[in-house]
């Protein structure tokens, strides 16, 4: 088979483009296993939701902290490079559980999150603009759509594990009948529990590490090493991203839109417990309910992309997340009300993520690695506007703490607008 690309078109890209769709899968899975991770170590180690959001601030805070070493780290070596190297750190990340078991370390487990966020960071950095780059750029950001429609097909899939093999598995028992369990019988309660939470992790790092040796034996497609440009340099590169107002917006979009998404994903358990009156696993169901909309209304909106601007449903979509937001406030406490317009705002989500992305790199040219990485980078917001979230949460109720993504959902919008003004003045 002959792997490099041609000018002509785009099928010297199709197994490359299959293979790293693969990776939208893949960290999919990674990001709503962790979701339900918050969940999970409240009824373990009975804590509060400040202390859980740990998890996420330890996970989206790793995505922050890798993003620019990887786009530095591909920028010399090779796309494929930055795959190889976002595999073996998500691997072993999950395979680093299984001490954190034997220890029953909460502060273990966040190591292992972070370390296997990193390869997540590593792999999105490189994942991204390898797409956009794989054809012509007028079908870039559809292109990353597709793409990202199979994310939350690996979210479907995460959750699953958690549901059957994590959440299942957590005993009843609350937060009054542990504390008056003597130390042997909750430490032995617990070591079960936190098995299952290892065991399920461990499992998806051994299918990672097929994953890794497939992508080391197929030949990928040649690119030009930007590196060797001079023109190129990091410093000059910071400074064109910073003066392009598109880029610098999207980035702020993207760091509200993540902050939301995963304050919306990681109380959705929660409040779905408070209003259903059931437990965990059943909680799970209504949250795969959720990331099943929201796989199927991106490919709703991919395809109407065929015919309406990015930015148009970008809009749309953004003020329909805000309104359903502001109603889960508005409605807690009346059931399956509150509980449908919490699944309402995963339908409006689905297609920011790209949609940003796509419009937000338009023109970067070969600073695209570089934008790449500050746009993941800006995924920061799932680290700080969680616990943010958790807060509200723990001082009034998990209701109410869902007007932090409707905040969100508003600088979204402002994005949406600013790119249809934009759009509408180049055209002149």
Do not use: H
């Amino acid at each position: 088979m002959n792997n490099k690309p041609s000018d002509s078109g785009t099928q010297s890209y199709l197994v490359p483009f299959i293979l790293i769709t693969s990776l939208f899968f893949f960290w999919g899975v990674a990001n709503n296993m962790t979701d339900t991770l918050l969940s999970a170590f409240k009824r373990i180690m009975s804590m509060s939701d400040t202390q859980t959001s740990l998890i996420q601030f330890a996970f989206y805070g790793s995505y922050f902290c890798f993003a620019l070493p990887a786009a530095l780290f591909i920028r010399k070596y090779s796309y494929k490079a930055g795959v190889l190297l976002g595999l073996v750190l998500y691997a072993g990340g999950a395979m680093l559980f299984y001490p954190a078991a034997q220890a029953a370390s909460y502060t273990f487990y966040l190591v292992a999150i972070y370390i296997l966020a990193g390869g997540c960071s590593i792999l999105e950095t490189t994942a991204n603009p390898y797409i956009l780059a794989m054809g012509s750029p007028e079908r870039a950001t559809y292109r990353l759509n597709v793409a990202q429609a199979f994310n939350p097909l690996g979210s479907i899939s995460g959750i699953l594990l958690s549901q059957y093999f994590i959440l299942s598995e957590l005993n009843t028992a609350n937060e009054q009948v542990r504390a008056a369990m003597s130390e042997q019988e909750l430490a032995a309660m617990q070591q079960g529990e936190l098995n299952a939470v290892t065991y399920t992790y461990m499992g998806v790092g051994a299918v990672l590490l097929v994953v890794l040796l497939i992508m080391c034996i197929y030949k990928m497609p040649a690119e030009k090493k930007v590196s060797d440009d001079k023109d190129l340099s990091l410093g000059a590169s910071f400074s064109r991203l910073l003066a392009n107002k598109r880029y610098s917006f999207g980035v702020l979009a993207q760091f509200f839109y993540v902050g939301a998404q995963i304050g919306v994903w990681s109380y959705t358990i929660r409040l779905v417990m408070q209003e259903l009156n059931i437990v965990e696993k059943d909680a799970a169901t209504y949250y795969l309910l959720s990331i099943v909309c929201f796989s199927l209304s991106r490919f709703v909106f991919t395809f109407l992309m065929r015919y309406v601007r990015p930015s148009f449903l970008l809009a749309l979509a953004s003020i329909a997340a805000l309104l359903c937001s502001v109603l889960v406030t508005a409605t807690q406490g009346s059931g399956m009300t509150t509980v449908v317009l919490l699944v309402g705002i995963s339908v409006f989500m689905s297609l920011m993520f790209p949609t940003i992305y796509g419009i937000a790199l338009e023109d970067v040219g070969d600073d695209a690695k570089i934008a790449a990485s500050g746009l993941i980078m800006a995924i920061l917001g799932g680290a700080l506007l969680t616990p943010l979230q958790g807060i509200v949460s723990d001082n009034s109720t998990i209701g109410t703490a869902y007007l932090i993504p409707a905040f969100c959902f508003v600088v979204v919008l402002a994005f949406a607008i600013y790119a249809m003004k934009t759009e509408k003045t180049q055209k002149k």
